[in-house]
C-alpha cells in the first residue's frame, strides 16, 4: 500500500483578520504558512494541501493563496511542480530553520538602504538562493560561445525572451531581432540616440524629469530642451512653439518621472504625429511601469506607433537588482543595423552568463512569480507610507500618489523651503530628493520619496521623523 503523503492539518490554519490596519490577505496567509514550514510542524517533504483546500479552510480567495505560496517557493522552502504539488523542501538537516531560509545574504539586512531612497527596489528580499542556483546551472554547462564575447545585439534566447514577455505585457510590437541588450538603461539610450542623432541635434526633455538622461544625452554631443509637463504630460505645443528644429524627445508616458503622470491618448497621438511628420524621433523610457498598483499594465506608447519613430528602452533593475546590469532597447527595423554598429563601436554589451540565466528566469516562470511576490510587497509599503502621510504629517506634506512605480512626490506646506528640508532629512539620515532637483524652471517645494527599499514598519518611523522635522523648520518662520 503506498505511503500516504503527510499534508498540512488545515484545523491548525487560523482565519485572516481584516478591518482598518489589517495587513493584506496573502501576506497573512504567507506569514502563516511560512511559521508552520520553519518551526518543522510540517515535515521537509511533506506535501501542501491543494491551494483550493487551503482558501476554503481559512476563507479567502485562491489567488490569495497562490501569492502566499509563490512567495514561500522564492524564499525557497516550497518546491511546486506541476502533477505532483507543492512539497517542503528537503534539506540534509531536516526542516529549515529561519536562518537557513533567509532569501537575502546576510550582508544585505545589515545594510538596507535609508528611507525614502529613490530607485531601489526592495534589495533585502531578492531571492538570493534561487538565482545563485540558476547562475551555478549555467557555469556548470557553460559552452565556448557562452563564454565568449558574444553576438551583437544581446543573446539570442534571452532576446526571444523578452520579445515574447514585451508583446504579452506591455503590447510592445516588435520581433525578437528587434530586442537589442545592453548594460543598464542609460546605454540603451546612449546607442540608440547614436545611431539615430547627430551631434548638437536638439531633444526634448519633459520638465520635470528624468535629470540622468538628460546628463547623458547632453554627454553624448545632443543639444537638451526642456518642455513642461502637465496633467496630461509632455505639452507637445509648447515643444513646438519653443523648440521647432528638435528632431528627438526623450518620454516617460506610462509613469512620468517623478510626477508619476500617465500621457494622454490625445498627447500620444500628437507626439507621434509630430515625430512622423519629419526625420525625429521619440525614445519612450518605461520607466517603472512594471509595478502598477491598480488595474493592468498600460499598454506602450510603441505599441501606438506606425511609422516606425519610437525606440523603446527598459530595464530589468527595479525587477532584480541594480547590481544586475540588463536593460534592453526596441528598435525599427529600419535603424537596426545602426544602433548594432553603435553598440560595438561603444562596447556596451551586458554580460553573456548573466543574460543566459536572465532568459531562463524568464522562460521557466521564476521571474513572474518573483514579480507577483514584489508587487504584493511594495503594494503594502506604498500603503504604509500614505497611512503615515496621511495621518502623521498631513499638516505640512500634501501627497501625490501615482498608481505605479516606486514612489511618491509630496508637496511642501506654505513656508517650508525646500533646500532647508532637504538638508534637515538627510542630517536625520533620511534620503529624500528635491523636487526642484529634476527641472529647470520653478517648481512648487516639494519632496520625492521612494518606498521599495524599506520596510513598512522604517516607512512609518521615518514619516515621522519627517513630520517632526518639517514643523520645526515651519515655526522658525
Sequence with gaps: MPRRSQGLPLLHLPPVTTGPGAPPRSQQVYATLRTLVLS???????????????????????????????????????????????????????PLSPRAATVAHPQARHARPRAFALGLPAIDDFPVDLWARLTRRRWRAATPTLLGYGSPGGYRPLREALAQHLRDTRAVRCSWEQVIIAPGARAALAITAKAVLAARDQVWMEDPGYTPAAQLLTSEGLRVRPVPVDHEGLDIRQGRRRWPRARGAYVTPSHQFPL????????????????????????????????????????????????????????????????????????????????LQAQIASDRHAALIDQAVLADALTEGHLARHARRMRALYAERREALLHALTTSAGDVLSVLAPEAGLHVVAWLAPGIREAAAVDAAKAARLEVRGLSTYSHRRQPAGLVLGYGAASAAQLTEATHTLASLLRRLRKRR
Design 260 to 339: 508619476g503622470l500617465t500621457m494622454s491618448l490625445a498627447r500620444r497621438v500628437d507626439l507621434l504625429e509630430w515625430a512622423a511628420g519629419a526625420d525625429r524621433w521619440v525614445f519612450e523610457d518605461d520607466y517603472d511601469t512594471e509595478f502598477r498598483h491598480a488595474g493592468p499594465p498600460l499598454a506602450s506608447l510603441q505599441g501606438l506607433d506606425r511609422h516606425d519613430r519610437v525606440l523603446y528602452i527598459g530595464t530589468m533593475s527595479k525587477r532584480l537588482l541594480p547590481a544586475i546590469r540588463i536593460a534592453y532597447a526596441v528598435v525599427p527595423h529600419r535603424v537596426l543595423d545602426a544602433v
Design 40 to 94: 518543522g510542524r510540517v515535515p521537509a517533504g511533506a506535501r501542501l494541501p491543494s491551494t483550493r483546500a487551503v482558501a476554503a479552510a481559512i476563507g479567502v480567495a485562491r489567488n490569495t493563496v497562490l501569492q502566499a505560496i509563490d512567495r514561500l517557493v522564492s524564499d525557497g522552502l516550497v518546491d511546486c511542480r506541476r502533477g505532483s504539488g507543492c512539497r517542503v523542501v528537503t534539506t540534509r538537516s531536516g
